[in-house]
């Protein structure tokens, strides 16, 4: 059994979870985060005080936010069987892919064991 997360652009989350739902994945948790890739920063804000001690003006400090700010996204998340992995990751690449910084990422785990509470039934059958 895996997990499979994918974080998408925010305007793609219906049509990825159409397509899974084609692929006959109907179950996916998805979730509000925000986050940026990795792009280097060398100075952090916190209240218009820069990192140096100085106070920055307000315009410097809206500038140096709107350049490094943690941009919204959506994190998919999907309990899988092993052998659905490559049809679900396909399928969000497919949807997702548009060439383009930002488009996503993909991460897939081991899940060693899960237990539906109501039956108390384990491992696969538990998804």
């Keep these: 059994m895996k997990e499979v997360f994918a974080i998408i652009r925010m305007n793609?989350?219906?049509?990825?979870?159409?397509?899974l739902l084609k692929e006959g994945i109907a179950a996916v948790t998805c979730r509000k985060v925000v986050g940026?890739?990795?792009?280097?920063?060398?100075?952090?804000?916190i209240g218009g005080i820069i990192d140096d001690g100085s106070l920055g003006s307000s315009t410097e400090v809206e500038n140096i936010s709107?350049?490094?700010?943690?941009?919204?996204?959506?994190?998919?998340?999907l309990f899988v069987n092993d052998e659905?992995?490559?049809?679900?990751?396909n399928t969000i690449?497919?949807?997702?892919s548009h060439g383009n910084p930002?488009?996503?990422k993909i991460f897939v785990m081991?899940?060693?064991?899960?237990?539906?509470?109501?039956?108390?039934?384990?491992?696969?059958?538990?998804?």
């Design 12 to 19: 793609m989350v219906n049509k990825t979870k159409e397509a």
């Design 84 to 89: 659905d992995v490559e049809k679900v990751v």
């Design 102 to 104: 930002g488009d996503g």
């Design 93 to 96: 690449m497919e949807i997702n």
């Design 66 to 77: 709107e350049m490094h700010r943690l941009v919204p996204k959506r994190m998919l998340e």
């Design 110 to 127: 081991n899940v060693f064991e899960s237990v539906r509470i109501r039956t108390g039934e384990t491992g696969i059958d538990a998804i």
């Design 36 to 45: 940026r890739g990795k792009k280097k920063v060398d100075f952090s804000i």
